[in-house]
């Protein structure tokens, strides 16, 4: 169907459709299965030249997924459940694009979807009760409902570093890895950055590179994946039975089926949690570390501080060098209030003789110039510089459209000046129509984003289909109850340790981002409680016209 009167910006006709989705990334494939399933046109957009999303980008070396992934799996078909098995406890990044390849092929969702066009703005027509999607590509988006599923980290953040375009040698950035790779065999690369992806590309990068600096401003804890098969305990528990574990995963705090501790620490002797803390660590499970220690792990600094006193401990038994051990060693946020890592041999890597460590804390950087990296101490020639330097999470892919025009004219930059707000994560008041998946305020990135985008998608294209039958063609929060959702969502963060950490669930890593953490911290199970409840009262805290 086309639609006259295109804007000057994108020549040729506007491509009108009921749903117009951005992203085709887990979320944007899902999404595309399920609009389709509720008989509503739609077509995706996306920069990228195939479907993968954060698998599609991340391609740098070592790049897995640290929830285990029969965890991070689609579970809407059954079917699709046994029709692909996963080698790996952790499968690798080629493998979990290969996945969702095999499900874009097997739902046929390649054809709804506008590869290599980036969507540029975003307008509400009152009048026509549309949105038009403006893009840098063949035809403008005419969509009754826009629906951004854009990623919560799929926005690069710039390093913001001095003379990085006086830089002769060669740049890369984890998050936007070449897809024929890199040959960095003989080179002297800098790495700068130890978050997840900065620990995971270390090891790899040190066995390629003839000398490996990496420029660390602040160490993460970081705990080994021991990956492999997966457990045949896990296995036997999925074969016997699979719904059950994923409705348990569901109604979780995390979206992984494993219950969390309920002993406090301090009900135990001092050895039981070590042996507790042992056999976790020998299991290379991340969120059993973060949520099956003790019960007081994630909310009382002193409970926390036990835990993070057993990992420092490891990682002064690994790394040889002391003062090297000590600048890994993290002390400026407790526990699991960062995004912890998942490691191959990153703490050891540091014994390895071509692999150097420095303390920007000590040290700081003062520029990149045309041959390497000074501190404000010494000089490092350098062939190669790996930025792993992260993301404008949460809000970055959202405003990146720009601008987001809603009622009256009014844009998502001036609404969220001072931080996201919305009702549920899903939805921003005076933006009738626009749905944000895992959007800020829902649990998004403190979960398996699996079952948190399922859970959005089904809520989503649930609502839509129940706003056709009845009559509905806008939907729209309340301000009373964005503001409401606001609150909670602050009352829930107090009693967290997250607010004791600068990091980018905060947008503190980001110069010049308003602070405040942005995910949902309530837990995944009470969060669709919730939503379920907001439905059977009625779609209480929206107007629907
Ligand atoms: P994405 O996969 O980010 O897809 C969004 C897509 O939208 C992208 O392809 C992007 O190109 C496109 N897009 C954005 N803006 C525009 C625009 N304006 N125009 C056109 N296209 C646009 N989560 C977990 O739960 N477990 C894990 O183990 C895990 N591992 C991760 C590892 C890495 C390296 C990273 C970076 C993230 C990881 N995550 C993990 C989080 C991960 O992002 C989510 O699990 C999930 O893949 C997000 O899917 P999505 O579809 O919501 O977004
Ligand atoms: O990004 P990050 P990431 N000068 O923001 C440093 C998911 N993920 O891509 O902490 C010097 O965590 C910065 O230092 P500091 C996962 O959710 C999962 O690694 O700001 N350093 C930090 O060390 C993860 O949390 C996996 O002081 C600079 C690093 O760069 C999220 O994605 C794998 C700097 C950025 O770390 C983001 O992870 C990968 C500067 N100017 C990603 N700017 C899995 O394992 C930034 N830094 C599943």
Request: hydrophobic share 40%; proline share 6%.
């Amino acid at each position: 169907m086309v639609e006259a009167g295109a804007p000057e910006s994108t020549q040729g006709e506007i491509q009108t459709v009921d749903v117009g989705v951005v992203g085709a990334g887990f979320a944007g494939l899902y999404l595309l299965h399920r609009l389709r399933k509720a008989g509503l046109s739609t077509v995706a957009l996306d920069t990228a030249n195939d479907v993968g999303g954060t698998w599609y980008w991340n391609r740098y070396p070592g790049a897995r997924c640290d929830i285990q992934t029969v965890d991070y799996s689609y579970t809407f078909d059954p079917e699709l459940e046994t029709a692909w098995q996963w080698s790996e406890k952790y499968a690798t990044q080629p493998e979990i694009l290969r996945y969702l390849g095999f499900v874009a092929d097997r739902y046929d969702l390649r054809r709804d979807i506008r590869f290599g066009t980036r969507v540029l703005g975003a307008a509400w027509d009152d009048s026509k009760e549309r949105w038009l999607l403006t893009t840098d590509k063949g035809p403008a988006v005419s969509c009754r409902h826009y629906i951004m599923a854009t990623g919560c980290l799929s926005q690069p953040k710039p390093p913001e570093i001095e003379g990085v375009h006086d830089f002769k040698g060669e740049i890369y950035f984890t998050s936007r890895w070449p897809h024929d790779g890199v040959d960095l065999r003989g080179k002297r690369v800098a790495m700068i950055g130890t978050g997840s992806s900065g620990i995971q590309s270390i090891p790899i990068i040190a066995e390629q590179a003839s000398q490996l600096t990496v420029f660390q401003r602040t160490p993460n804890f970081a705990l080994p994946a021991h990956n492999g098969p997966l457990p045949e305990d896990r296995a036997a528990q999925l074969a016997q039975d699979r719904n059950g574990l994923r409705e348990q995963a569901r109604w979780s705090l995390t979206g992984v089926p494993i219950p969390p501790a309920v002993e406090f620490s301090w009900q135990m002797s001092e050895a039981e949690r070590r042996e507790r803390f042992e056999k976790l660590w020998a299991s290379g499970d991340l969120v059993g570390m973060l949520t099956q220690l003790w019960a007081d792990q994630g909310v009382d600094a002193d409970g926390n501080a036990l835990l993070a006193d057993l990992i420092r401990e490891k990682i002064r038994e690994i790394v040889k060098d002391p003062e090297t051990a000590a600048a890994l060693t993290p002390h400026d946020h407790p526990f699991g209030a960062k995004r912890p890592c998942l490691d191959t041999n990153y703490y050891a890597t540091f014994n390895r003789p071509n692999v150097t460590l420095v303390n920007l804390r000590q040290e700081p950087i003062a520029s990149i110039t045309a041959n390497g990296i000074k501190t404000d101490k010494r000089s490092f020639d350098i062939d190669v510089i790996v930025f792993a330097t992260g993301f404008d999470a949460m809000t970055g892919a959202i405003r990146a459209v720009h601008p987001i025009k809603g009622r009256d004219g009014k844009s998502l930059d001036d609404t969220w000046a001072k931080g996201p707000e919305t009702y549920l994560g899903l939805t921003v008041a005076g933006f009738p129509n626009l749905f944000l998946i895992t959007g800020p305020g829902s649990p998004s990135v403190l979960s398996n984003m699996a079952v948190s985008i399922e859970q959005h998608v089904d809520f989503v294209v649930d609502r839509l289909a129940a706003m056709r039958e009845a009559g509905f063609t806008t939907i729209e929060p309340t301000e009373t109850a964005q503001a409401g959702w606001t609150r909670h969502m602050a009352d829930c963060a107090t009693v967290t340790l997250h607010r004791l950490a600068n990091t980018w669930y905060t947008g503190a890593n980001v110069p010049g981002k308003p602070q405040a953490l942005m995910p949902y911290t309530g837990g995944v199970g009470p969060y669709r409680g919730i939503c379920n409840e907001i439905v059977s009262r009625g779609m209480l805290g929206f107007k629907l016209t």
